[in-house]
């Protein structure tokens, strides 16, 4: 894959420090509590999660022996820095600003400038530092990957929409399905292809669709093309085209009804969302708003390393 270098100053602050030793005890504390999830199959996760592991506003995450710390705060603490630094390890850092979405920052270690392999549960997905604001998988869709690897099946198509990398897509081929990986993004369309390939996969033999989800969903009805499993996990606020806007809290109901039409007879969707201003139970009453009564909808749970702020909203979908 293309990559991208960039070099940044990283500046950092005493202000607002802990004692070194708490800030220590608790990065360790945390990790140690994660140790049992990483093995051969899975070396990409979160490390320290926010209030959850008892600092607000700081999230850690490896990629492969990589760390990526974020924070809320455009200065770091001495001590979280320190702590980094004694850590050895190569050490990104990325500001969470609602506002400006740029790369992660080098803060210390060997610097990683090329493209490299993580895996999540036995999967090989492509990992960038230098390719945006997101790195390549959304970490905190663990366990939904892992669900939709269960549920398809040999022969199945599903279908993958806000693709993004195409991470549930390399999911459900692996079990042998057959994808269709959708996204506005040909870059990111590129590099769903390359994610397959790190798990030979031939992309050949799967399919790729440039372009807005709403538009490709009608076109599917037309055509009469149908999916036994269809993955739905939209930006909270997006504009078509046309200038059409669509949000999370008042337009999903739309967004699943259409890939309703688009179901096989006993077919599931899931359903997903980071908008943190809804509760599950409203997620819940919005995205099955236009569904049969029937519908059987089973809220799923976060991955257990994130005790913090549970913003992730996700159901499991089954139509009759």
Known sequence: MATLQARHKVTTSPRKSEPATTVHKLFTT????????????????????????????????????????ATRDSRMSR?????????????????LDDHQKEDPKHLCGPEQNETFLARESGLNYHISFQSGYSQGIFLDQRENRKRVREFSQPGQR????????GAFSVAAAAAGATTTTLDLSQPYLDWAKDNLSANGIDPSEHYFCKGD????????????????GII???????????????????????LAEL????????????????????TLQEFI??????????????PLHMPEEYPGEQYLKSLWITLP
């Open 79 to 95: 001590d979280v820095k320190d702590f980094l630094e004694e850590s050895a390890k190569t050490v990104y850092w990325k500001r």
């Open 158 to 165: 599903i279908l993958n929409t806000f693709a993004y990398t």
């Open 232 to 254: 739905l996990d939209p930006p909270t606020f997006s504009r078509d085209d046309k200038g059409k806007v669509f949000r999370v809290e008042r337009d999903y109901h739309r």
């Open 259 to 278: 890939a309703a039409s688009c179901l096989e007879p006993g077919g599931w969707i899931l359903a997903s969302t980071n908008i943190r201003k809804m």
């Open 30 to 69: 945390a990790i140690d509590k994660r140790q049992h999830l990483l093995d051969e199959d899975t070396n990409a996760l979160r490390l320290f999660d926010g209030i959850g592991d008892g600092m607000p506003d700081v999230f850690l995450e490896t990629f492969a022996g990589r760390w990526l710390i």
């Open 213 to 228: 989800t709403f538009h490709w969903l009608k076109r599917f009805a037309r055509q009469g093309r149908t999916f036994h």
């Open 285 to 298: 009453q919005e995205a099955s708003r236009r569904l049969p009564k029937n519908a059987q909808i089973t």
